[in-house]
């Protein structure tokens, strides 16, 4: 049986197909179709068949940038007319968000683009309180006539939010029931249906963005599904979600809200399965690609999650901008980003001095060295004058490179500093080491993790070229590549579980609690987990239900996730709160024994298991050979050093380097620095250590 | 390799680092407060200097503490400069620290070598500080004693330990300690962290490279800001506006401001503003010195590290015991608010004489300082403070945005589920006002309708706010903006109309009514194109009635169609043709 992951990026499509019965990997990558994604999956799908059509397919993982670029405004992905109903005297709460200035210094500063319109956000008589009790009923008449209004619009999704439905549901409840009765082919989102916490702007705001991919999300996972059927692909088609789950084709066109950030989750849920592998349980995962660079955390083998995300905002310095794009309140895996990948673009501004990034010349034109037309110097010309990179071909000598192109525009950067083209690379190379240094910090140090403790595992085309440099700043002294590295985020999809969330607002003090009540509520989101999960054929047996809880203390205005025990009683209470008070000492270096603990929402994430790709362990031993030798330049040393160049597929098991070496493959270079030494392992993993 | 350009780029990799220093001790601050203040509106900042007390890098987030940390830094250590290694100074006196009250300052030397190298410094917007209001921003205060407790530079923390005395002293002085010493713990905390930072690097480059990469992004901004001054014309422009009362007083107080651009130097000249007064919006010479940081960075290039640098080429004149330049003991606790919001909206618009194309009409122009507080039905006190955004000014090529803070303010606000949750009032709208963005070719921002009900017996409102009876004004032709109205709805439906400063008590089932001021438009409305008037009539931004009778736009208002040619013959006829 066969298992296929494709990631669909924005400049290649990448497919790792997982043969059960022999223990293997194929991997191929081709350039993406920007227009219709899809195109670029059912090529990478026939180019495979073509080869290996005698094995039966068990599934299809998919990770798309779909919901993403729709947002982005992308052109070709036009989002459909959406309205949106809410309680009277509030449809302007989504306009206003936060109130505040994504970009305080910025005069010309402008919100994100409504995704609703204001003449399509309706409002109707109803309301109820924080404690749920309906104080004006659902004006169904009023109701009726705003439906009329809307299917004489052309309005094809409905969202709807009303004040205090976190409290109770009933309203919104039945105003979808009302929509989907009316107008069959209606797409409806109702804001406790898709993340039911308190806080009504982010709710809201999530029920719409809900809304708007729905109807874009639905034809292009119907389209795929139907075009693999016609090249005779049966097997189901999951998709992996921004959590780091999968979902059926199906539960993710009824919430595509949590497939938005699809592709960069699976980078990190390969680093934890490679981590469970080989016993590494801390890890930080880095990802480097063609535009930008990605670091996540992955503590006790499990990949730090947030659920504050906003999706197609900004990103300044490696942070999100808040207020810059549409808040998601959904379990994302944590990311930070900077503009630096191997395509990125080095200048000098204004005042004379060298800047990286943000610009990127992507896969095409891509870097001057490429040949096909961009004469600015990119981060990968700069690795390519200081030797790092094959000289003559890349992609395993399927492309050739100009390594005249990567001079040429070096020395136009090089005059403007008045420095030689090498001084003009390696300074390129160290700005964009201290970006990228900068990213693993966030993730890192800032969240409270010492780096030193954690282990690196780093992959994406670029990444393996900075490993070592980036490893020396943070003073971590173990690094993982993996065997293809460029292929490593599609590998992710294949080992991943199925995941759901689901979230239950309360905003009660601890003494208030009906403990009954939570339990039920718990009980309830449950039973939801486990219909959703039959109905992507999970069995029983492969279901677990994990429980947690949100506490603060009262007045405060973040809360802590922590476990809860089942059934949820009066002893898992005090341990929650006993787990919530040394968490908040962790995180925030105090607890607070006397202050009252309030609890703001329960949760459950309901996980199908399904098994994970098993790499066989190889015991074979080989002497190393390397092919050749070129000088290179290492920054420490300051200085060129004649450097051995090995073939990665000429590493086996137990093979050890030394550095200065550089290991060459076909989707990545990994270059290792003087004092480190290289092991390969019985997964044929590279392991560096210093 | 070349020595000299192999120094450049460690400078590179130094300059980010320092600067990533001061985020990363500000985002230690925000988490490890306790007060939502601090938590989740942001409202502090951090920064780092060198030993010659210049500001190298800083993590702020409200505009207002931009430039006053240096003024405080400079001003604290003038009075109490005998640091050793482990102590921090504390201190809130406006006429040192240059901010009102609740601001606490803390400042700590960093010591390398038993040398001092640097200092680390952060500023917090405490919820209280005692005095005769909670919250310490009474509207009516005629003395700084009213509003608080003053504290002058003190040695809060001794070799690495909180001084108890003197932590007691404060702690007895305002209404809720515990939360002001959580919030103090996270400003060492804070510290402390920079500190690290800054020793790391000094150990892993050298003091001399740290340094010079200190020299080098002071110099790179001060670079960066001449030329962008190099491009404006050389010349003086004038400006002013007013604060329609004081608080105690009816009188509008008077802003008035000269800059002049002169040889790649920018001046600024408040002589002719109005005397300090009798009520809270004088603003500490911090405050009105963060406006005009706040503005020159806006108005050159946010992207600029800020540090002392990019204030180089300022040359002030603020005359002594004028409203932007007070004297004790006259009361502040609104000149952060208020009076920098007014102080911004004059530099605006005297850089728009200078910077036409760069400079949108006024925003709302304050803040809406509102802070309810009594007992609920089970007699348990509660309190809470808010602020609330409006419209902000049109700009050449785009509209005003609505419903925003503006300037000088930044925070966000609470969600009415956690207002209704925690408080005893229900929340009856929260909307854009129609109408109230100032016409122009670029439309003003629409103002706020936020309003609620009182649920408990009673309760005690306090309003700090202004553009109540001054309208934000339009640039270029375009008209100002609405007018903010605060309005109490008793439970009879009679409608009272409140002045924007006063202190009054509510009942069960009476509802305030509050609405903020719009944008001021920028350009003639006559000249805005139909199909935007048309899409914001649709949207209801503007009443179909305006549209023909300021913006000369005729709708059909039953095909809701332009309709063109009465629309020309409209326009010209208004335009006098």
């Known amino acids: 049986m066969i298992r296929i992951g494709i990631d669909v990026g924005g400049t290649f499509t990448d497919l790792v197909a997982f043969d059960e019965s022999i223990g293997k990997y194929f991997n191929l990558k081709i350039p993406s179709v920007p227009r219709d994604p899809s195109d670029g999956v059912l090529k990478a799908l026939k180019t495979f068949l073509e080869s290996n059509n005698d094995k039966p397919v068990r599934m299809i993982v998919h990770a798309t940038t779909i919901g993403t670029n729709a947002l982005f405004g992308q052109i070709d992905l036009e989002l459909k007319k959406t309205a949106f109903i809410t309680t009277r005297g509030f449809r302007d709460l989504l306009e206003i968000g936060r109130q505040r200035r994504a970009e305080v210094y910025n005069l010309f500063f402008k919100r994100p683009p409504q995704l609703v319109e204001r003449r399509h956000r309706y409002e109707v008589e109803e309301r109820i309180d924080h404690m749920g009790r309906v104080l004006t009923p659902l004006n169904l008449k009023e109701l009726d006539e705003i439906l009329e209004d809307i299917q004489k619009e052309g309005v094809v999704s409905v969202a709807i939010g009303f004040l205090n439905s976190y409290a109770n549901q009933k309203h919104e409840i039945e105003a979808s029931g009302r929509v989907a009765n009316r107008f069959e082919k209606f797409y409806v989102s109702a804001s406790s249906n898709i993340s039911n916490e308190y806080r009504e702007y982010e709710r809201f705001s999530t029920a719409i963005v809900n809304a708007v991919l729905m109807p874009i999300i639905d034809s292009y996972l119907s389209r795929l599904c139907s075009s693999l059927k016609e090249i005779g692909l049966e097997a189901p088609l999951f998709v992996m979600q921004s959590n780091g789950g999968l979902a059926t084709a199906e539960v993710a066109s009824r919430k595509p809200s949590s497939i938005v950030e699809s592709g960069p989750a699976a980078g990190v849920i390969a680093s934890a399965w490679l981590g469970g592998l080989i016993g590494e349980e801390s890890i930080i995962s880095f990802d480097m690609g063609g535009t930008t660079a990605k670091a996540g955390t992955i503590c006790k083998l499990k990949p730090e999650i947030v659920s504050d995300y906003e999706v197609a905002g900004k990103v300044h310095m490696g942070r999100l901008v808040k207020g810059s794009g549409y808040p998601v309140r959904l379990p994302f895996i944590d990311l930070a980003e900077c503009s630096a990948g191997g395509g990125t673009i080095a200048s000098v501004d204004e005042a004379g001095v060298l800047k990286v990034g943000p610009l990127s010349a992507g896969a095409y034109p891509g870097p001057a060295c490429y040949g096909h037309g961009n004469t600015q110097p990119t981060i990968t010309d700069a690795n390519l004058i200081l030797g790092r990179l094959n000289q003559r071909v890349l992609l395993g000598g399927k492309m050739q490179i100009f390594p005249d192109y990567s001079r040429l525009a070096f020395e136009s950067l090089g005059e403007k500093l008045s420095v030689s083209v090498e001084d003009a690379a390696e300074s390129v190379i160290r700005i964009a080491n201290s970006m990228m240094a900068k990213i693993l910090r966030i993730v890192s140090v800032e969240r409270g993790f010492d780096p030193r403790r954690f282990t690196l595992i780093v992959f994406g085309g670029a990444g393996p070229m900075h490993a070592c440099a980036l490893a020396e700043e943070l003073r971590i002294k173990k690094i993982v590549i993996p065997p293809n590295p460029g292929m490593f985020s599609a590998l992710g999809l294949l080992a991943s579980d199925f995941f759901h969330d689901f979230v239950k607002g309360i905003m009660k003090t601890v003494d208030e609690l009906e403990i009954d009540l939570i339990e039920n509520s718990f009980l309830k989101m449950e039973e939801e987990g486990r219909m959703t999960l039959s109905s992507e054929g999970i069995e029983p047996d492969r279901m677990r239900f994990l429980r947690m809880i949100d506490l603060r203390y009262l007045g405060q205005s973040y809360e802590l996730t922590v476990d809860a025990q089942k059934p949820f009683s009066s002893d898992a209470l005090d341990s929650a709160i006993a787990d919530f008070h040394s968490k908040h000492r962790d995180v925030y270096g105090y607890s607070m024994k006397s202050e009252k603990v309030e609890i703001v929402s329960i949760r459950v994430r309901a996980i199908g298991e399904i098994p994970k790709p098993l790499l066989r362990k190889k015991l074979t031993k080989r002497r190393t050979q390397k092919k050749e030798e070129r000088r290179v330049f290492f920054e420490g040393l300051e200085s060129w050093v004649e450097t051995p160049i090995y073939e990665r597929g000429q590493l086996t098991t137990g093979c050890e380097i030394n550095g200065p070496a550089i290991v060459e493959q076909y989707d990545s270079t990994s270059v290792i620095y003087p004092d480190w030494s290289a092991v390969i392992d019985a997964y044929d993993n590279i392991i560096l250590k210093r | ?577």
Request: aromatic fraction near 6%; charge should be negative.
């Open chain 2, 1 to 577: 390799m070349n020595a000299l350009k192999r120094d450049l780029t460690t400078i590179e990799v130094i300059k980010g680092a320092l600067i990533y220093a001061a985020e990363e001790m500000g985002i230690a601050l925000k988490k490890s407060a306790y007060s939502p203040n601090i938590k989740e509106r942001m409202d502090h900042s951090c920064a780092i200097f060198d030993s010659g007390r210049r500001l190298i890098a800083q993590a702020e987030h409200i505009p207002v503490h931009l430039g006053s940390m240096t003024f405080a830094v400079r001003e604290g250590l003038r009075y109490r400069g005998d640091l050793e290694e482990g102590d921090m100074l504390l201190f809130n006196d406006p006429y040192i620290s240059g901010t009102h009250l609740p601001d606490l300052t803390l400042v700590a030397p960093v010591f390398y070598k038993s040398d001092i190298v640097g200092y680390v410094a952060n500023k917090a917007h405490h919820t209280d500080i005692g005095g005769k209001t909670p919250g310490s921003i009474a509207g009516d205060s005629t003395e700084l004693y009213q509003e608080g407790l003053i504290i002058p530079p003190v040695k809060f923390v001794k070799e690495g330990e909180i001084d108890e005395e003197l932590s007691n002293f404060i702690k007895v002085n305002v209404r809720t300690p515990e939360v002001q010493m959580g919030d103090l713990r996270a400003q060492i905390a804070a510290n402390n962290l920079g500190i690290a930072r800054l020793i790391e690097l000094i150990e892993n480059y050298g003091l001399e490279t740290v340094q010079d990469a200190m020299n080098a992004v002071m110099d790179y901004s001060e670079r960066r800001v001449r030329a962008e001054l190099e491009k404006m014309p050389e010349g003086t422009y004038t400006a002013s506006d007013f604060l329609e009362d004081t608080g105690n007083e009816e009188n509008p107080v008077e802003i008035k401001v000269e800059i002049a651009i002169k040889e790649g130097n920018i001046i600024f000249d408040y002589e002719g503003t109005s005397k300090q007064v009798n009520g809270p919006v004088n603003a500490p010479l911090g405050v009105t010195i963060a406006g005009i940081y706040f503005t020159l960075v806006s108005v050159t290039d946010p992207n600029i590290p800020i540090n002392d640098g990019c204030f180089r080429p300022i040359i002030l004149n603020i005359p002594k015991r004028c409203l932007l330049n007070p004297e004790r003991p006259a009361p502040v606790a609104g000149g952060n608010v208020e009076t920098s919001q007014r102080n911004v909206d004059v530099l605006l618009k005297a850089f728009s004489q200078i910077i036409p194309e760069r400079i949108p009409a006024a925003g709302q122009g304050t803040m809406n300082n509102v802070s309810l507080g009594g007992l609920r039905e089970d007699g348990t006190p509660w309190t809470f403070y808010e602020t609330i955004g409006g419209g902000s000014g049109g700009r050449p090529g785009s509209d005003g945005v609505d419903g925003v803070h503006v300037n000088m303010t930044n925070t966000m606000n609470t969600p009415i589920e956690a207002i209704e949750a925690y408080y005893p009032i229900r929340f009856e709208s929260y909307s854009l006002r129609p109408d109230s963005g100032g016409a122009g070719e670029w439309r003003g921002g629409c103002g706020i309708v936020r309003s609620w009900t009182l649920l408990s017996p009673t309760a005690t409102v306090s309003i700090l706010a202004e553009r109540n009876k001054i309208r934000p004004w339009g640039l270029n032709g375009g008209s100002p903006g609405a007018a903010g109205e605060y309005m109490l709805r008793r439970a009879d439906g009679s409608m009272v109309k409140l002045p924007s400063k006063c202190t009054l008590r509510v009942y069960k089932g009476e509802t305030l009514l509050i609405h903020t001021p719009g944008g001021g438009g920028y350009g003639s409305p006559l000249k805005r194109r139909p199909e935007y008037v048309l899409k914001d009539v649709k949207n209801g931004f503007v009443t179909i009635g305006s549209a023909e009778r300021v913006y000369g736009v005729v709708i059909n208002p039953l095909t809701m169609e332009l309709n063109l040619e009465e629309t020309e013959r409209l326009r010209s006829k208004m335009r006098g043709d």
